[in-house]
């Protein structure tokens, strides 16, 4: 046991001891290391963003959010646009589970005879890739299949059907009608998030995109045949819309926010059913191999809610941290704001906005088109009508914001319904989820997202430069889309030569007292 340094002898107690201490050392390192992964010191850049964990807490009514980390590193992360992208990706992740894995859905909207890959030249094909024919597969190699469907009293009959397929299959109950919000009559479970494991990784997909008639669509927005296939939305026959897929240690949190919601003790469609509880499992991931994406879970657990029995395990006081990550991400941008959504009708945070434009030299909002607005009430009209003037209250400000709307000329219609969710901050970082810059997300639905920065500064500018060459039909490489201040110049340009896909836009100022 004698080692000889120098010609010296060590003595063997020394080297049993500085034996231990290096296992020790080795054993905290390896445990600091899994601490670092989910509550990291994160880069300077980064923390900058993110709600902390005094400022989540606040968001809660006072309840600390001990079992959702309050971010997360060495994450990865891609943007998929439009349904085809988004649809296929689910697909194939779907179609690789085996014995012991799981699939679990949150769902706004659905339909199980929606195909996700369709191909106009093979139906029968098509059919194989129905959601119903894909989760059946998956039951029958053994896969575990959870999923929780909005119920409301607009919704209820197209979630009974699918709920009551789906249970067909699993021979119990592995889908549950979810009325666990607020609103009885409209009120939603509005997340759109499939978890999906397979193997040794768990991939996460979260944002405005449901497994639905007329969300499947190309960047190209034409009437293809694919596209009548499965059917279409509102009767709109272009839907721009987009899902992020993350893998990493985010994952464990998507997955406890699922795990939370579906063993919630308050039946989730009283007083008829009690959905069997299942017990947590850490679910396994891929890191990153370099420093990844930082991601942070935002929700929207309404306090009411809350009040009524519901999320008492979780969220006894609710959470609206999606409202508090989007007031600071607004509060704290330099240069400008690239944002994107339906409705833009909650005048908290357009007034919020007004606030930031001194400080700011651009801010970029692209919404539904007049037409689409005015196709779903008169009073969505007159509600973003009077949120959006609280960006023009001031003169010597006004003139830094620029608001565009996605059409098409076509003998079909003219509108392409823009539903995606995406909030952007000076190319550094971005929230994106289920939960738009409505009163009924940030308030009142039960939604979820995420804050996402890369350290390395790439990941967000590449997404936004990826989703203009869309809208204005440009190569991804254009060098005008570099720069999002000189792009800027661009939008405007088309807009004011009415070419192209953007438009400027404004909505019409309704008479409310002409409103029923």
Same mark, same amino acid.
């Given at each position: 046991y004698?080692?000889?340094?120098?010609?010296?002898?060590?003595?063997?107690?020394?080297?049993?001891m500085?034996?231990?201490?290096?296992?020790?050392?080795?054993?905290?390192?390896? %445990?600091? @290391?899994?601490?670092?992964?989910? &509550?990291?010191?994160?880069?300077?850049?980064?923390?900058?963003?993110?709600?902390?964990?005094?400022?989540?807490?606040?968001?809660?009514?006072?309840?600390?959010?001990?079992?959702i980390?309050? =971010?997360?590193t060495?994450?990865?992360?891609?943007?998929?646009?439009?349904?085809?992208?988004?649809?296929?990706?689910?697909?194939?992740?779907?179609?690789?589970?085996?014995?012991?894995?799981?699939?679990?859905?949150?769902?706004?909207?659905? @339909?199980?005879?929606?195909?996700?890959?369709? @191909?106009?030249s093979d139906?029968?094909?098509?059919?194989?890739?129905?959601?119903?024919?894909?989760?059946?597969?998956?039951?029958?190699?053994?896969?575990? +299949?959870?999923?929780?469907?909005?119920?409301?009293?607009?919704?209820?009959?197209?979630?009974?059907?699918? %709920?009551?397929?789906? &249970?067909?299959?699993?021979r119990?109950v592995?889908?549950?009608l979810? @009325?666990?919000?607020?609103?009885?009559?409209?009120? &939603?479970?509005?997340? $759109?998030?499939?978890?999906?494991?397979?193997?040794?990784e768990?991939?996460? =997909?979260?944002?405005?995109?449901?497994?639905?008639?007329?969300?499947?669509?190309?960047?190209?927005?034409?009437? /293809?045949?694919?596209?009548?296939?499965?059917?279409?939305?509102m009767?709109? /026959?272009?839907?721009?819309?987009?899902?992020?897929?993350?893998?990493?240690?985010?994952?464990?949190?998507?997955?406890?926010?699922?795990?939370?919601?579906?063993?919630?003790?308050?039946?989730?469609? =009283?007083?008829?059913?009690?959905?069997?509880?299942?017990?947590?499992?850490?679910?396994?991931?891929?890191?990153?191999?370099?420093?990844?994406?930082?991601?942070?879970?935002?929700?929207?657990?309404?306090?009411?809610?809350?009040?009524?029995?519901?999320?008492?395990?979780?969220?006894?006081?609710?959470?609206?941290t999606?409202?508090?990550?989007?007031?600071?991400?607004?509060?704290?941008?330099?240069?400008?704001?690239?944002?994107?959504?339906?409705?833009?009708?909650f005048?908290?945070?357009?007034?919020?906005?007004?606030?930031?434009?001194?400080?700011?030299?651009?801010?970029?909002?692209?919404?539904?088109?007049?037409?689409?607005?005015e196709?779903?009430?008169?009073?969505?009209?007159?509600?973003?009508?009077?949120?959006?003037?609280?960006?023009?209250?001031?003169?010597?400000?006004?003139?830094?914001v620029?608001?565009?709307?996605?059409?098409?000329?076509?003998?079909?219609?003219?509108?392409?319904?823009?539903h995606?969710?995406m909030?952007?901050?000076?190319?550094?970082?971005m929230?994106?989820?289920s939960?738009?810059?409505?009163?009924?997300s940030?308030?009142?639905?039960?939604?979820?997202?995420?804050?996402f920065?890369?350290?390395?500064?790439?990941?967000?500018a590449?997404?936004?430069?990826k989703?203009?060459?869309?809208?204005?039909?440009?190569?991804?490489?254009?060098p005008?889309?570099?720069?999002?201040?000189?792009?800027?110049?661009?939008? +405007?340009?088309?807009?004011?030569?009415?070419?192209?896909?953007?438009?400027?836009?404004?909505? $019409?100022?309704?008479?409310?007292?002409?409103?029923?």
């Amino acid at each position: 046991y004698q080692r000889r340094v120098h010609g010296d002898l060590i003595n063997p107690q020394i080297i049993i001891m500085a034996r231990l201490t290096f296992l020790l050392f080795l054993s905290f390192f390896l %445990c600091s @290391n899994e601490s670092l992964l989910r &509550n990291p010191l994160g880069s300077v850049q980064c923390q900058r963003w993110i709600l902390t964990e005094e400022e989540i807490t606040a968001e809660r009514g006072g309840i600390p959010r001990d079992q959702i980390h309050v =971010y997360t590193t060495k994450n990865t992360a891609s943007i998929l646009i439009d349904g085809q992208n988004y649809m296929k990706s689910l697909y194939d992740d779907i179609e690789k589970t085996g014995p012991g894995d799981f699939v679990h859905a949150k769902m706004f909207n659905q @339909n199980a005879d929606l195909m996700l890959v369709p @191909n106009a030249s093979d139906p029968i094909a098509s059919e194989h890739t129905s959601v119903y024919n894909v989760l059946a597969r998956a039951i029958n190699r053994g896969v575990t +299949i959870r999923i929780l469907a909005n119920m409301n009293l607009v919704t209820s009959p197209q979630a009974i059907e699918f %709920c009551v397929r789906i &249970n067909d299959l699993c021979r119990h109950v592995c889908c549950g009608l979810d @009325n666990r919000h607020p609103g009885i009559i409209t009120g &939603n479970l509005h997340t $759109k998030m499939w978890i999906v494991k397979h193997g040794k990784e768990t991939v996460v =997909y979260n944002g405005g995109m449901d497994v639905a008639s007329g969300r499947w669509d190309t960047q190209r927005h034409d009437f /293809s045949k694919e596209k009548q296939m499965n059917g279409f939305f509102m009767g709109a /026959s272009a839907m721009h819309d987009q899902m992020i897929r993350i893998t990493g240690p985010a994952v464990e949190d998507y997955e406890r926010n699922f795990y939370q919601c579906w063993n919630d003790p308050y039946p989730s469609f =009283y007083p008829i059913v009690w959905l069997p509880p299942y017990n947590w499992t850490a679910p396994p991931f891929i890191l990153a191999k370099d420093e990844g994406i930082q991601v942070q879970v935002m929700r929207t657990l309404a306090c009411i809610g809350a009040k009524r029995g519901y999320y008492q395990n979780f969220a006894p006081r609710g959470e609206v941290t999606a409202f508090a990550g989007i007031l600071k991400m607004v509060k704290l941008a330099k240069t400008f704001l690239y944002l994107e959504d339906q409705l833009f009708n909650f005048p908290e945070v357009m007034a919020a906005i007004a606030e930031a434009l001194p400080h700011l030299q651009e801010v970029m909002i692209v919404t539904d088109s007049q037409d689409m607005v005015e196709a779903l009430s008169d009073e969505r009209m007159h509600l973003q009508y009077a949120a959006l003037s609280e960006l023009l209250k001031d003169p010597t400000q006004k003139h830094k914001v620029h608001i565009f709307a996605l059409r098409r000329d076509t003998a079909l219609d003219k509108y392409i319904f823009l539903h995606s969710k995406m909030f952007i901050a000076d190319d550094e970082y971005m929230i994106t989820g289920s939960f738009g810059i409505e009163r009924s997300s940030l308030t009142n639905d039960n939604e979820i997202g995420g804050g996402f920065c890369d350290p390395n500064g790439k990941f967000i500018a590449n997404h936004r430069r990826k989703v203009w060459a869309e809208h204005l039909q440009l190569k991804e490489d254009d060098p005008r889309l570099v720069d999002p201040l000189k792009g800027l110049e661009e939008w +405007i340009r088309q807009a004011d030569n009415k070419t192209g896909r953007v438009r400027h836009y404004f909505p $019409k100022n309704v008479d409310r007292s002409l409103l029923s």
